[in-house]
């Protein structure tokens, strides 16, 4: 077994027991936001997640530090007993999995697709709007996270991943597509 699933396999459970939390305190929304902040949290601070992780640092130092650190941010105070929860259970280096995995409880939970979207070009809010419009009729979720990003390589258009389904709508594509027909067209 990878250590990958191995992760996912002790990280469900926990996101699973926080949703429940959430969904039961009526705190969903506010829980969520408090994740994504953790999560940009870890992400640009790599002393606090090596702090957190080192098996040398006692677990009530790395609660001080914790509780220091997220006070500016005023998290819920389920988020926090959570996140006091993982450290007594030496499982705070899971955070980042079962973060993840929490979010896409709470999508699937809220019915909200994350669609990934490469443009050649960056979309203009105009445009975002309308793509999420076209893509709310076309998979029947109730919302639409766009996450955008430039890839000039399409050469112009755009290209929409929402789990393992793909829209290509990029001139890279087409072209590809034409290259082909005129492969098999040919023999």
Known sequence: ???KMLMSKVADPYASALLNLASSTNTLDTITSDINDLLELFDSNENLVGYLRNPMYSKSSK???L???IAP???????????????????IDLLESIAEKYLQ????FAEIKIAQVSSAIPLTPDQELDLISRLRNRTGAKEIKLVTNVDASLLGGLKVQIGSNVIDLSLKGQLREL???LDTNLF
Do not use: G, W
């Open 1 to 3: 077994m990878s250590n």
């Open 63 to 65: 609660k001080e530090v």
């Open 67 to 69: 509780e220091k650190v």
């Open 73 to 91: 941010l005023y998290f819920n105070e389920n988020t926090v007993r959570f996140l006091m929860v993982l450290l007594d259970r030496s499982r």
């Open 105 to 108: 409880m709470v999508y699937d």
């Open 179 to 181: 290259a082909t027909k």
